[in-house]
């Protein structure tokens, strides 16, 4: 069964670093999202991506994020200066249409 | 307010027990519920949406809108149940935004 499948496992940053998170999802999905989880706390919706745009996105998602597709097969988020309470799991998810996500095993961010 | 609710943060049964994890959303539309499980070190994994109304594992789960719920229930826990479970929402026609509640992690003992 195909996977979405992240990259790195588990990232270590020093604060104000960028990051880039990478992710690639099932072939045929059309639909593309992250997601975090902080430790202790509630999976959180960050971003959606559609049609090569970003469709929605929380307020989580600031000017310190952004999402790309490169080409057409990559998913990335960047970080643009890691703050302390951006460590957390990271997690990318796809679907075919906008009702059935499959997620990544999902990237461990640690900002010390 | 579009919000999700798992009120227990540990259930904890034996083998063979009923198992019933609780699952309230608020939302104005006409929402889509959904199970996610995630077994230790794996992804998450959709277990069960509620317009398909299957049973998956042995799990079923009823949307009922009067009391806005969408309780997940296996008649006899096995051990390999034990995991965490998220309940979780979204609507028709948006983005495929998830909301999830704050999980419940299923400890099945022997």
């Known amino acids: 069964e195909p996977e979405v499948t992240q990259t790195p496992s588990h990232q270590v940053t020093q604060m104000g670093q960028e990051v880039i998170l990478r992710c690639v999802p099932i072939?045929?999905?059309?639909?593309f999202y992250w997601y975090r989880q902080i430790l202790g706390q509630k999976v959180e919706f960050l971003v959606s991506?559609?049609?090569?745009?970003?469709?929605?996105k929380s307020e989580i998602f600031d000017d310190q994020f952004s999402v790309e597709r490169p080409d057409g097969s990559n998913f990335t988020l960047k970080i643009r200066s890691t703050k302390l309470e951006d460590s957390a799991m990271y997690f990318c998810?796809?679907?075919?249409?906008?009702?059935?996500?499959?997620f990544g095993n999902g990237t461990r961010l640690t900002v010390t | 307010a579009q919000r999700v609710t798992q009120p227990e943060k540990l259930l904890s049964v034996f083998k063979g027990a009923p198992v019933e994890l609780k699952c309230n959303y608020s939302?104005?539309?006409?929402?889509?519920l959904f199970w996610y499980v995630q077994y230790s070190r794996q992804r998450l994994q959709l277990l069960l949406r509620h317009i398909s109304r299957e049973s998956i594992k042995g799990f079923t789960a009823d949307l009922n809108k009067g009391e806005t719920s969408f309780h997940l229930k296996k008649p006899f826990a096995q051990e390999e149940d034990s995991a965490m479970y998220y309940c979780?929402?979204?609507?028709?026609?948006?983005?495929?935004?998830?909301?999830f509640g704050q999980g419940t992690t299923l400890q099945v003992k022997p």
């Open positions: 998810a796809s679907s075919e249409s906008n009702l059935l996500a499959h």
């Open positions: 072939s045929n999905h059309l639909y």
């Open positions: 991506f559609y049609n090569n745009e970003i469709s929605e």
């Open positions: 979780a929402l979204t609507s028709r026609g948006n983005t495929g935004k998830l909301i």
């Open positions: 939302y104005s539309g006409s929402p889509e």
